[in-house]
């Protein structure tokens, strides 16, 4: 094990650890489905309002990139609010916006408004849906990582984010049942009952986000996030301790338990030691001892004037901490990254007619329901090949290959099957174009898309994790809008195969900027902060 690591969590939070996983594995898949499902909405909606004509160009690159515009919003902001103001103040707010926008999507009146204006309207409270699934990445990644054993985190992180094939995978067979539920009135003649079709498979997503609702709003502040806000604050002991935890054998104690190790000031394991501060933060007391439900009472007592200095002093202290090379250079890493990756992975994902097509799955052929329900057979068969196994292999392998190994693997090799299917994109047959496009999707996810969700919320230390995870994440989605607003236009102009070459460079540029990264496997992010923080302190004092 490394100089950086700590070891396994243990008592009640090790148990939330376990719960919160779960929960996360479960509304995981629920927001994968709400961002992937637009796939097969978007086909029924050509029969609802347009007589199985395409789509206007510009209206489906909008409808497809909607939710990932609304991300790109929702990360930026519950990122530096989870930082700023705690984990558990916002925790649960986004999926409240999950619920809402939702609901509202449903509601789009189809029969009542122009076709161009029904996409519009669909288009929009996507967005929203988009910022509240958006917000949920870094919050997510934060709150499962705050409570995970570095020895366990990446394994939990990346079980929690495989649970995303397993939403796409629930997506195709949700269109196939409710379409095969629709199959005698939609076989006579009534195209117009698809509208219920898309309204129901978009609806079923509420089942996970009401589910973890409630569980999401009670979970209390994690004891390692208390524990980085102190040593922000200036508590130097909590270099210490920091250091306690690092070197101890006990297989009971983790870094995550900073503040409840033993110590002079910090007598069991049940409290939380807090230094006495005036009005402006500064230290004026003795520590003294704090319950995690003490802490929890006071963090819901903040007044206006606290909430607004929390803001503006994180804010400060963010610039400072990337300002420095040897920070910045991680943060520019795992955004370029992310961005690289989504203009491939959004490219090939939210554009699958063209894949469909080459497949013989896209409905070209047979009555509207034949159409629709081939080309929902078709998703299912891609996302059954590539998307799920990809995932658990990197959960099987990621705590012995390495985070960066895997990533720099995964661009490499997604990067050579799309330079084959450019350059045998005319000529492929359709079992070899299958067996090629399954290997494509299993190294994207046996691959970056999986370690660039795991690495901001490894690599950085807590008190910056959920912002700068959310500022990684939003590169991304600006990478997957570019995909979604281009695609078919950078298509129709240089063709596919050109536009396949783009990505298979897009994936050569990430396995680059992939060793800006460290590798983070063992690395504890916290004690190497604590340490920093420290001998700055030490430079400080002796100037």
Request: charged share 20%; aromatic share 12%; with cysteine.
């Amino acid at each position: 094990m490394s100089d950086h690591s700590s070891l396994p969590v243990k008592g009640a939070e090790f148990e939330t650890t376990h719960a919160r996983s779960g929960l996360e594995e479960y509304e995981r898949s629920g927001e994968a489905y709400d961002l992937f499902i637009i796939n097969p909405v978007a086909t029924m909606l050509q029969f609802r309002l347009y007589g199985g004509a395409s789509l206007p160009a510009n209206l489906e690159g909008l409808l497809k990139a909607s939710a990932n515009i609304g991300s790109v919003i929702g990360q930026f902001l519950f990122g530096y609010l989870a930082d700023a103001l705690g984990r558990k103040r916002v925790y649960g707010k986004e999926l409240l916006l999950i619920i809402i926008a939702t609901i509202l999507c449903l509601t789009t009146p189809t029969g009542s408004i122009s076709p161009n204006g029904s996409l519009i309207y669909l288009s929009i409270f996507r967005i929203l849906l988009g910022v509240g699934v958006g917000g949920d990445y870094p919050m997510s990644a934060s709150v499962s990582s705050d409570r995970a054993s570095v020895r366990k985190r990446g394994v939990m992180l990346n079980y929690i984010f495989a649970n995303q094939g397993w939403g796409s995978f629930v997506g195709s067979i949700a269109a196939m049942v409710v379409l095969a539920c629709y199959k005698n009135v939609m076989q006579k003649g009534e195209t117009s009952k698809v509208d219920g079709v898309w309204r129901i498979i978009v609806g079923l997503s509420l089942i996970p986000a009401f589910a973890t609702l409630y569980q999401r709003l009670t979970l209390p502040e994690a004891r390692r996030f208390e524990a980085a806000r102190r040593l922000e604050e200036g508590d130097d002991d909590e270099f210490a301790r920091a250091k306690k935890a690092q070197n101890e054998k006990d297989e009971g104690v983790d870094a995550s338990t900073l503040s409840a190790s033993s110590s002079p000031t910090t007598p069991n394991m049940n409290g939380i030691n807090k230094r006495a501060r005036d009005t402006q933060g500064r230290i004026v007391g003795p520590a003294v001892e704090e319950t995690p439900e003490q802490i929890i009472e006071n963090e819901q007592g903040l007044g206006k004037v606290e909430v607004a200095r929390r803001k503006k002093t994180h804010f400060k202290e963010f610039l400072i901490y990337f300002s420095e090379w040897r920070h910045g250079k991680i943060l520019l890493g795992t955004c370029s990254c992310w961005f690289l990756l989504d203009i491939a992975f959004y490219g090939i994902n939210l554009n699958q007619n063209v894949v469909l097509q080459q497949i013989g799955f896209d409905g070209s052929e047979g009555t509207p329901w034949e159409k629709l329900f081939k080309i929902a057979t078709g998703n299912l068969i891609i996302t059954a090949l590539g998307f799920v196994p990809g995932y658990y292999v990197c959960v099987l392998t990621i705590e012995w290959l390495g985070r960066k190994w895997i990533q720099i693997q995964g661009f490499l090799l997604a990067a050579l099957f799309l330079g084959i299917l450019a350059g045998k994109f005319e000529t492929m047959g359709t079992v070899p174009f299958i067996v090629c496009f399954a290997l494509l999707q299993f190294f994207f996810n046996f691959g970056a898309n999986t370690t660039t969700y795991c690495y901001p919320a490894e690599v950085f230390p807590t008190r910056f994790r959920a912002f700068a995870h959310g500022l990684s994440a939003a590169m991304g989605k600006v990478g997957a809008i570019i995909s979604a607003l281009v695609f078919n236009t950078l298509t129709d102009t240089i063709g596919t195969p050109n536009v396949l070459w783009i990505f298979f460079g897009c994936c050569i540029a990430g396995a680059f900027c992939t060793l800006l990264l460290p590798e983070v496997k063992g690395r504890d992010p916290d004690v190497v902060d604590a340490e920093e923080i420290r001998e700055a302190r030490e430079a400080q004092r002796a100037y």
